[in-house]
């Protein structure tokens, strides 16, 4: 079973009191998951919230049948998969393991649940996902931008 001590080593769940850790510590499941494991796929259904407690995740985006883009990587402290924290969502990128991860995890569902239960927990919790959402904006938005400014007839157009 999941442990205040160990929610707390998530940074979004840092702005949770004890209380609130304590609530959420009876939905969270431990998944440990193995290298090259895929956690979730592109457009599947969102059912899950991870947060990691050990290893590596990369979140990758497929571009064309031979290309894909690694859009994110995760680390212990993170969280991934808020499409499951938004209504009829879907996973917006694959999750796979770059080596043997352990994340705690619950069910969208069940959040959605105690966020009725405890309204006060989930105005942080969707406080704090914006914060994740608008991080991950922002980094797509740069590497969007590098890769116009790196391509070469964007790069004549700024040389002229």
Known sequence: MVQRDDLKQIVMLTYLSDEMLDQLTTIVDILKFDREEVLFRQHQWADRFYMMRSGLILL?????????????????????????????????????????SEV??????????????????GLILYQRLLVIIKKRLDYRTEQFR???????????????
């Open 60 to 100: 990758e985006q497929k571009i064309s049948e031979d290309v894909t883009a690694i859009v994110g990587s995760i680390k212990p402290g993170y969280s991934f998969g808020w499409s499951a924290m938004v209504e009829d969502g879907t996973y917006t990128v694959d999750a796979v393991c770059v080596e043997p």
């Open 104 to 121: 705690m995890s619950f069910k969208r569902e069940k959040i959605d649940r105690m966020i009725q239960q405890y309204p006060q927990m």
């Open 146 to 160: 590098q890769a116009i400014m790196n391509h070469p007839e964007m790069q004549q157009l700024f040389a002229e």
